[in-house]
């Protein structure tokens, strides 16, 4: 007999994918789904699927996390039509009233996750004063990089392979862990591509005008400093709405500094 959705047998398993992604470490949350351990089969494809889009994201595919991300949020729009959505150019989830339960959880998650990229997407777009426009990409995927991998110790120390499906990913962090110019050059265009999808590439002439590695980390923590507690979304987040531990770590030594 299928089980229904909205009353999944809960395992051990499944709490721990959900809690690992909760707190961004896609990692233990690919490790958890490859293991069969997850008891509800549509909420292991759906979290499974979370954390691929946050494995793009981690590794400066910003484009391709968005695509992801509305690609779970549509199957859960066809297998819970209660669920409500927002209209964009993706399928993305508001959040029905708070209750218990991992289904909850999930739809939460993919709203955290919609929602920060739906800001990202808008402070991309934005033309601040007082800095080139290809610096502010810039800038801007540095924070990404610093609050995703630099200061997520679940990314940052630990092996680079991903799940057998998406190799290029762990080349892709591992590009941006050498700290290589290439990789944050290529980080910041997929961003400004976000809005703008046929903006050009960033050339290693904006990379040097911000002083490269160590003037572009000092540029990002000022951004940080300047923005709200995370999570950072584009509307406002409920109380029991956790962060990510990297997007924390990088928030507080910005505040610190």
Same mark, same amino acid.
């Given at each position: 007999?299928?089980?229904?959705?909205?009353? #999944?047998?809960?395992?051990?398993?499944?709490?721990?994918?959900?809690?690992?992604?909760?707190?961004?470490?896609?990692?233990?949350?690919?490790?958890?789904?490859?293991?069969?351990?997850?008891?509800?089969?549509?909420?292991?494809?759906?979290?499974?699927?979370?954390?691929?889009?946050?494995?793009?994201?981690?590794?400066?595919?910003?484009?391709?996390?968005?695509?992801?991300?509305?690609?779970?949020?549509?199957?859960?729009?066809?297998?819970?039509?209660?669920?409500?959505?927002?209209?964009?150019?993706?399928?993305?989830?508001?959040?029905?009233?708070?209750?218990?339960? #991992?289904?909850?959880?999930?739809?939460?998650?993919?709203?955290?996750?919609?929602?920060?990229?739906?800001?990202?997407?808008?402070?991309?777009?934005?033309?601040?004063?007082?800095?080139?426009?290809?610096?502010?990409?810039?800038?801007?995927?540095?924070?990404?990089?610093?609050?995703?991998?630099?200061?997520?110790?679940?990314?940052?120390?630990?092996?680079?392979?991903?799940?057998?499906?998406?190799?290029?990913?762990?080349?892709?962090?591992?590009?941006?862990?050498?700290?290589?110019?290439?990789?944050?050059?290529?980080?910041?265009?997929?961003?400004?591509?976000?809005?703008?999808?046929?903006?050009?590439?960033?050339?290693?002439?904006?990379?040097?005008?911000?002083?490269?590695?160590?003037?572009?980390?000092?540029?990002?923590?000022?951004?940080?400093?300047?923005?709200?507690?995370?999570?950072?979304?584009?509307?406002?987040?409920?109380?029991?709405?956790?962060?990510?531990?990297?997007?924390?770590?990088?928030?507080?030594?910005?505040?610190?500094?």
């Amino acid at each position: 007999m299928r089980r229904s959705s909205a009353t #999944p047998t809960i395992a051990a398993g499944d709490l721990e994918a959900i809690g690992a992604l909760e707190s961004g470490n896609w990692r233990t949350a690919l490790r958890v789904l490859g293991t069969g351990r997850v008891a509800d089969a549509y909420l292991g494809a759906n979290l499974r699927t979370v954390a691929r889009a946050m494995a793009f994201r981690a590794a400066g595919e910003h484009g391709r996390a968005w695509e992801t991300l509305g690609a779970a949020a549509a199957g859960i729009a066809r297998h819970q039509p209660g669920v409500p959505v927002v209209p964009t150019d993706v399928v993305r989830l508001a959040l029905p009233p708070e209750h218990a339960g #991992p289904a909850f959880r999930m739809i939460r998650l993919i709203w955290r996750e919609q929602s920060e990229l739906s800001n990202l997407r808008s402070l991309a777009a934005d033309r601040p004063s007082g800095m080139p426009p290809d610096r502010h990409i810039l800038v801007l995927a540095f924070v990404e990089y610093l609050s995703w991998l630099e200061l997520d110790l679940d990314t940052s120390l630990t092996e680079l392979a991903t799940d057998e499906g998406r190799p290029l990913v762990g080349q892709q962090l591992s590009e941006l862990r050498d700290r290589r110019r290439e990789g944050f050059l290529r980080s910041a265009t997929d961003l400004r591509q976000l809005p703008l999808p046929r903006a050009g590439t960033m050339t290693k002439t904006v990379w040097g005008r911000a002083g490269g590695y160590h003037g572009l980390r000092r540029l990002a923590l000022l951004e940080l400093a300047e923005r709200p507690e995370p999570p950072w979304t584009d509307s406002p987040a409920p109380a029991s709405c956790p962060a990510r531990t990297g997007a924390r770590m990088a928030w507080m030594l910005a505040q610190a500094a």
